[in-house]
Structure formats: structure tokens, C-alpha cells
């Protein structure tokens, strides 16, 4: 499975930003997709995953309540709604596909990255 992540800008406290993530190959594969941040210096936290076919989701503490993650079976599309951002969601945005079996937040469980997208929120 491949992924592309795209959305990501420059946005100020309060605002919001759509992220997605296309996924392509044998998406037919995936059972979750989730999103992941990393700051330079730290680990890779996770933010929120889906499932991809019951769309069961789960969020890390920081963000639920502002964001939300959903797809689009369809378009073979995961999204990540952020909003009331915060200068501490700044990072680069990674979405991962996790292949035949059940994951959780754990960034090891995922087999397939896409490249990342930056976000920025200023104060």
C-alpha cells in the first residue's frame, strides 16, 4: 500500500486544516489507517486511526474533541479535521496503513508511511 499525505500549511491559532491521505496498491489489504506526528527531536506520536471497514475510530488525549478522522472507501481517501489548532500541533503529519491484523496507537504496528505534511500553527 501507498500513501500520500497532503493538506498541510501555515495556519494561526484557532484555525482549522483538512489533511488526506490517498491511499493506492492493494488497499484492499488495509485495516486501519492512522495518523502520526513528530516534532524534530522526539518520537512519532499518534494522533487518531480508522479502521477501514467499519470506521471505528480513536484518538490520542491532545487532540479528541478537536479533531476528527474519517474516509472514503471509495477514494480509497482517509482525512484528518483539525480543528481549534494550537502551536503544539505543529509537526509533520504521517499517515500509516496497517496491513492484516489488528493495530492500535503504536507506530511499530504499521507497515506502510506516506511521506508527511508540515503544519504550522502560530500563536
Known amino acids: 500500500v501507498q500513501l500520500q499525505a497532503s493538506g498541510g500549511g501555515l495556519v494561526q491559532a484557532g484555525d482549522s486544516l483538512r489533511l488526506s491521505c490517498a491511499l493506492t496498491g492493494r488497499t484492499f489489504s488495509s485495516t486501519a489507517v492512522a495518523w502520526f506526528r513528530q516534532v524534530p527531536g522526539r518520537n512519532r506520536d499518534f494522533v487518531a486511526a480508522i479502521t477501514w471497514a467499519g470506521a471505528t475510530t480513536w484518538y490520542s488525549d491532545s487532540v479528541r474533541g478537536r479533531f476528527t478522522i474519517s474516509r472514503n472507501t471509495a477514494k480509497s481517501t482517509v482525512f484528518l479535521q483539525m480543528n481549534s489548532l494550537e502551536p503544539a500541533d505543529t509537526a509533520v503529519y504521517y499517515c500509516?496503513?496497517?496491513?492484516?491484523?489488528?493495530?492500535?496507537?503504536?507506530?511499530?504496528?504499521?507497515?506502510?508511511w506516506g511521506q508527511g505534511t508540515q503544519v504550522t500553527v502560530s500563536s
Open positions: 500509516a496503513s496497517c496491513r492484516g491484523r489488528r493495530c492500535t496507537s503504536k507506530s511499530y504496528e504499521y507497515d506502510d
